[in-house]
T-cell receptor
């Protein structure tokens, strides 16, 4: 059974810092990995999608990497801003559904 | 691109009352549809998924049921709500190329 773990559970940083969020999964037979952002009380917004054949994806200040063989992904956020404060979830797709980590709650202090 | 519509946005229901949450999809045909629940401060739990009309797979035994009466319609129901059914319910459309979520329904059972 696929288990997805995100570390740390919560993170607080001052504005301007670069930071890394970690995601690990137990079964490497995935089709893709997706990072989402969730603001309090809201639905999930897709940030980056990495297909299993890819190593990384970039969008603006965000960079996500995937090491399928070791079951790990990282989300790198450059020059963090208070507007980046949210919960970040990673999820892996396999066998017709997606399994989620519990998320990392990020707070960026002005 | 596909759009997921969920309603209502918030719902307060007494224990023992019935429930019906509706999800509809635009912009795609024969979608894979999913219902997730997110309890306060916790990750997303897959409740049901459907790969076609009348086809429902249940992930966990619970007080809820799902139906897929039309290709782009997915309904989550309960005959008698429990306090433990409170949570944030999200509908999603998923493919190996990524997931798209609705905006969610906040259900409070009192």
């Amino acid at each position: 059974k696929q288990e997805v773990t995100q570390i740390p559970a919560a993170l607080s940083v001052p504005e301007g810092e670069n930071l890394v969020l970690n995601c690990s999964f137990t079964d490497s037979a995935i089709y893709n990995l997706q990072w989402f952002r969730q603001d309090p009380g809201k639905g999930l917004t897709s940030l980056l999608l990495i297909q299993s054949s890819q190593r990384e994806q970039t969008s603006g200040r965000l960079n996500a990497s995937l090491d399928k063989s070791s079951g790990r992904s990282t989300l790198y956020i450059a020059a963090s801003q208070p507007g980046d404060s949210a919960t970040y979830l990673c999820a892996v797709w396999m066998n017709n559904d997606m399994r989620f980590g519990a998320g990392t709650r990020l707070t960026v202090k002005p | 691109s596909q759009t997921i519509h969920q309603w209502p946005a918030t719902l307060v229901q007494p224990v023992g009352s019935p429930l019906s949450l509706e999800c509809t999809v635009e912009g795609t045909s024969n979608p894979n549809l999913y219902w997730y629940r997110q309890a306060a401060g916790r990750g997303l739990q897959l409740l049901f998924y459907s790969v076609g009309i009348g086809q429902i797979s249940s992930e966990v035994p619970q007080n809820l049921s799902a139906s897929r009466p039309q290709d782009r319609q997915f309904i989550l129901s309960s005959k008698k709500l429990l306090l433990s059914d409170s949570g944030f319910y999200l509908c999603a459309h998923g493919t190996p190329y990524g997931y798209t979520f609705g905006s969610g329904t906040r259900l409070t059972v009192v």
